[in-house]
């Protein structure tokens, strides 16, 4: 993350370490392992406080790979970003949207997503940058603050620290799809709750964008199919912004919402209905 920093816009030693990370298996922990699925959390160092404090638990580092045997990794990736398309297939999906370019292969943009009750739902602002070679396809992304999107009052604002997806061609029709993330939902979850929760759902979440995979190109054919801005930037109608209009948003400037309150009710409604 601190290349990151150094420059809004991640650059070559930005999309080079995350395919690093993304490859390894040095300092990753195996959690499961079946049917062309694996998931691995990051063996790292529990975080202390400035207190000296060494016990507090940070938001682990969570990877997915699944093996995709009838998919293409130019369709996979074509999935990952036609907005268009993802409200076809994402049903925790509220509220998606491109706000702006800040380079051809660079943009900001906003999503919210539906919640488990009695959790309140969330949303995030992110930079998202992507990169393409013959049979490589790289996205990244990570929490920004943008002035015209302030956090709301209705949704807590999530933190993705580093999030991205590294496709790579296997065969005409295959690829190895790895996700990686590393994100704070923020309100007031456990730590540990957060990370037993990422591990369930990250591996649902990739079958079911491999199951998008399979019906893109039939749908695709009967919308805008020669319209690809993510590989023909010329296409954007996106308006162009400075990326000096963005800065990186840090979890701990973000206020934790307490949704104890809602867990307290959810419970009591519970006793009621069992009296």
């Given at each position: 993350?601190?290349?990151i920093?150094?420059?809004?816009?991640?650059?070559?030693?930005?999309?080079?370490?995350?395919?690093?990370?993304?490859?390894?298996?040095?300092?990753?922990?195996?959690?499961y392992?079946?049917?062309?699925?694996?998931?691995?959390?990051?063996?790292?160092?529990?975080?202390?406080?400035?207190?000296?404090?060494?016990?507090?638990?940070?938001?682990?580092?969570?990877?997915?790979?699944?093996?995709?045997?009838?998919?293409?990794?130019a369709?996979?990736?074509?999935?990952?970003?036609?907005?268009?398309?993802?409200k076809?297939?994402?049903?925790?999906?509220?509220?998606?949207?491109?706000?702006?370019?800040?380079?051809?292969?660079?943009?900001?943009?906003?999503?919210?997503?539906?919640?488990?009750?009695?959790?309140?739902?969330r949303?995030?602002?992110?930079?998202?940058?992507?990169?393409?070679?013959?049979?490589?396809?790289?996205?990244?992304n990570?929490?920004?603050?943008?002035?015209?999107?302030p956090?709301?009052k209705?949704l807590?604002?999530?933190?993705?620290?580093?999030?991205?997806?590294?496709?790579?061609?296997?065969?005409?029709?295959s690829c190895?799809?790895?996700?990686?993330?590393?994100?704070?939902?923020?309100g007031?979850?456990p730590?540990?709750?957060?990370?037993?929760?990422?591990?369930?759902?990250?591996?649902?979440?990739?079958?079911?964008?491999?199951?998008?995979?399979?019906?893109?190109?039939?749908?695709?054919?009967?919308?805008?199919?020669?319209?690809?801005?993510?590989?023909?930037?010329?296409?954007?109608?996106?308006?162009?912004?400075?990326?000096?209009e963005?800065?990186?948003?840090?979890?701990?400037?973000?206020?934790?919402?307490?949704?104890?309150?809602?867990?307290?009710?959810?419970?009591?409604?519970k006793?009621?209905?069992?009296?």
């Amino acid at each position: 993350m601190s290349r990151i920093l150094s420059g809004i816009i991640p650059d070559e030693a930005v999309f080079a370490d995350f395919r690093r990370q993304a490859l390894s298996t040095d300092n990753w922990y195996s959690k499961y392992d079946k049917n062309g699925m694996e998931v691995w959390v990051e063996v790292a160092p529990v975080a202390s406080s400035p207190q000296g404090n060494k016990n507090i638990p940070k938001v682990h580092k969570i990877k997915c790979r699944m093996t995709i045997k009838d998919v293409s990794a130019a369709t996979m990736y074509d999935v990952l970003h036609d907005g268009l398309y993802r409200k076809k297939w994402d049903p925790t999906m509220l509220e998606s949207f491109d706000i702006a370019r800040l380079s051809p292969n660079a943009d900001v943009g906003y999503y919210s997503w539906l919640c488990p009750k009695p959790l309140m739902n969330r949303d995030v602002v992110t930079l998202r940058s992507w990169q393409v070679t013959d049979d490589e396809y790289v996205i990244v992304n990570y929490s920004v603050k943008h002035l015209k999107y302030p956090p709301k009052k209705d949704l807590v604002r999530a933190i993705s620290l580093l999030t991205g997806y590294l496709v790579k061609a296997t065969g005409p029709n295959s690829c190895s799809f790895t996700y990686l993330s590393q994100a704070d939902p923020k309100g007031s979850l456990p730590k540990w709750v957060v990370n037993k929760a990422s591990q369930v759902l990250a591996p649902r979440v990739l079958k079911c964008v491999h199951k998008a995979g399979q019906s893109y190109p039939e749908w695709k054919e009967q919308n805008s199919p020669d319209q690809k801005p993510w590989l023909y930037p010329e296409q954007s109608t996106l308006p162009m912004m400075d990326p000096a209009e963005l800065t990186v948003q840090r979890a701990d400037s973000l206020e934790n919402v307490d949704e104890s309150s809602q867990l307290d009710i959810q419970e009591s409604n519970k006793a009621e209905d069992s009296s």
